[in-house]
């Protein structure tokens, strides 16, 4: 195995660290197998943290074994076997889902701090560096890489906060004054009830409801009516500051500060193509808005967990949205009957999502209501990119003439079922499965 020394501008970075140890621990040689993961992950969360030079037999066999505090490592070698078991799939791993990765994580023989190190692309072996454990952190760095582990767990919450700072009732597009490009027929037809001069489009987002961490600057009021979870119940948050620091897990649900990452991004869509248009739309969360305000105009919905998608969705043609899936009454040919969201057999991660695209009348049939509804947010974000893309929007169009009664104009109404490929949470480039018109 080939060896140097690492220059200072090539070590292996805090990202590049939990990254691959993400990918390890997503493998076929781990995902099974909870005390290896355990394991493997509260010896890489100590080594981030400067404190690999500390990692021994006993504090492994009372943290990840639970053995208690009499634990005997020569009486007991749960350990050293387990560490044998964890150097073993790696290997294996990197033999086989890990052969192309640019990084190697080693345990070394008597020692139990993971080292990570780079692949030689020349001679395609790992890259060793000479020094296999962190240095120990001093006072200042260890409480800045506490931070930086606990700023990485808060990103979630960061980007439901992101999300709260568009759903306060405001005006969008106030872009800088540039001429208005007028939209191409494939978008027009779609667009244009939307675009009239008197419209100013209402967009409602989802406050769907979303438990937190409660913590000491919530009300008494607020912990009494959360949910606790013992701590050793969560051991995926057992490396992180929250374990530290929080006497307890009390999560506590809050219908103010979330709005889907999907619906969100969706927004951002929604308000470039008005704003190119020189329009400015108006954007309320759905629990401050009423039945009226929804019919009175030009109304765009976004979002399954919308409380108002589900009360002004009806039955369109044969689509139903039910218990978090499509129900397809009446399929034509090639069109199956239930459609449900698909997820990794072995991570569990969604795969694929499914989102409904409705233009319906108002109630008073001058304005337009679109729904655009994914099962999952990330249905929801797809299904926006799909219908401010002019492109798509012109196979959208191509299908409705095929169906429609004069082969010549698009129907005003209409319901389109989109499905959506996921990977890594992020959503892929939707694809038309089906159309139908509603009539008048």
């Known amino acids: 195995m080939g060896t140097r020394t690492f220059p200072e501008s090539d070590p292996v970075t805090p990202y590049e660290k939990h990254a691959e140890l993400k990918r390890i621990l997503e493998s ?28 021994n037999e006993y504090l492994i066999g009372v943290e990840v074994y639970e053995r208690g505090t009499d634990f005997d490592p020569q009486q007991d070698p749960i350990v050293r076997v387990q560490a044998h078991e964890i150097r073993r799939a790696l290997k294996n791993y990197y033999q086989d889902e890990g052969n192309s990765s640019l990084l190697r994580v080693e345990v070394p023989p008597g020692h139990y701090a993971p080292v990570y ?14 020094i296999q454990q962190e240095p120990p952190a001093t ?31 405001r005006s969008f597009s106030r872009h800088p004054q540039v001429p208005a490009t007028a939209l191409p027929e494939d978008g027009e037809w779609f667009w244009k009830p939307f675009l009239a001069p008197e419209s100013k489009p209402l967009v409602i987002v989802p406050t769907s409801p979303l438990l937190r961490l409660g913590t ?10 959360g949910y606790k979870i013992p701590k050793n119940k969560m051991p995926e948050f057992h490396d992180t500051i929250h374990f530290r620091e929080l006497k307890n897990f009390t999560f506590v649900p809050t219908t103010t500060d979330y709005t889907g990452i999907g619906e969100a991004l969706g927004l951002l869509n929604l308000d470039r193509l008005f704003g190119s248009q020189g329009k400015t739309i108006r954007v309320k969360p759905g629990r401050l808005t009423d039945y009226t305000e929804i019919q009175a105009g030009n109304t765009i919905l976004l979002g399954g967990g919308n409380q108002w998608t589900n009360r002004v969705f009806f039955n369109p043609q044969g689509f139903s949205v039910s218990e978090g899936v499509i129900k397809n009454d009446n399929p034509g040919p090639g069109e199956l009957s239930l459609y449900l969201p698909k997820f990794d057999p072995v991570t569990n991660n969604l795969i694929r999502d499914y989102a409904l695209v409705l233009m319906a009348p108002n109630q008073n ?20 990119a799909y219908v401010t893309n002019v492109e798509r929007l012109g196979e959208l169009r191509k299908a409705l003439l095929a169906i429609s009664p004069d082969k010549e104009s698009a129907p005003p109404f209409f319901v389109a079922l989109l499905s959506v490929p996921v990977e890594n949470y992020v959503p892929g480039e939707a694809s038309l499965v089906a159309v139908r018109i509603i009539p008048d």
């Open 139 to 169: 006072g200042a760095k260890r409480r800045t890489l506490r931070w930086q582990q606990a700023l990485i767990l808060c990103l979630g919450m960061v980007c439901a906060s992101l999300g709260f700072l568009f759903v306060r009732e």
């Open 365 to 384: 049939k001058q304005g337009r209501l679109l729904f655009l509804y994914g099962l999952y947010t990330q249905g929801t974000e797809a299904a926006t």
């Open 216 to 225: 000491d600057g919530d009300s008494e009021q607020t912990l009494r009516g």
């Open 28 to 55: 076929k040689y781990f995902v099974k197998a909870p005390k290896r993961r355990r394991f493997l992950e509260f010896i890489s969360g100590q080594a981030f943290l400067g404190e690999g030079d500390k990692l």
């Open 117 to 130: 190190s780079r692949v030689n692309l020349d001679s395609g072996t790992p890259v060793t560096p000479t």
